[in-house]
């Protein structure tokens, strides 16, 4: 269990990894909402999307392009992954996903508490792909 802060660092070190990939992996974000995807993380998934044949990011609100070739879904209210934080990079060499939900808050707690795992095994990376895969038309 770890608070957002700490779920946001290990998405961002899975992108950065993401980055250097010579394989050029398909990647996918659920981030629950539009306003989670910084700039800094839509410039860098612009960055990915030149060279990965697929770059999809996931969230309530989020517009259908986010420029540069990167994809965007617009999840409904009653999604379940509009409570979890999802990123999959899968391609020939790269295989990593970290899949975190968020947990009910605590009366009078702002700062939202994750359960989350971090995972190279190909058939739980390829699931986790699949399950985000399945809301891109």
Do not use: K
Not at 43 to 69: I, N
Not at 94 to 120: K, M
Request: aromatic share 4%.
């Amino acid at each position: 269990i770890a608070r957002r802060h700490v779920v946001t660092a290990f998405a961002r070190h899975i992108e950065e990894q993401t980055r250097h990939s010579v394989d050029h992996p398909i990647v996918l974000a659920a981030v629950q909402h539009a306003r989670n995807l910084s700039g800094a993380t839509r410039e860098l998934y612009q960055t990915l999307a030149t060279t990965s044949p697929l770059v999809v990011a996931l969230g309530r609100e989020m517009p259908a392009d986010l420029g540069g070739g990167v994809r965007g879904v617009a999840l409904q209210e009653g999604d379940p992954l509009c409570h979890e934080w999802v990123i999959v990079t899968i391609g020939a060499d790269t295989c990593r996903a970290l899949v975190a939900r968020e947990l009910p808050n605590a009366a009078g707690d702002s700062d939202p508490r994750f359960e989350f795992l971090i995972t190279s095994d190909r058939a739980l990376v390829a699931r986790a792909a699949r399950g985000l895969i399945a809301h891109v038309e």
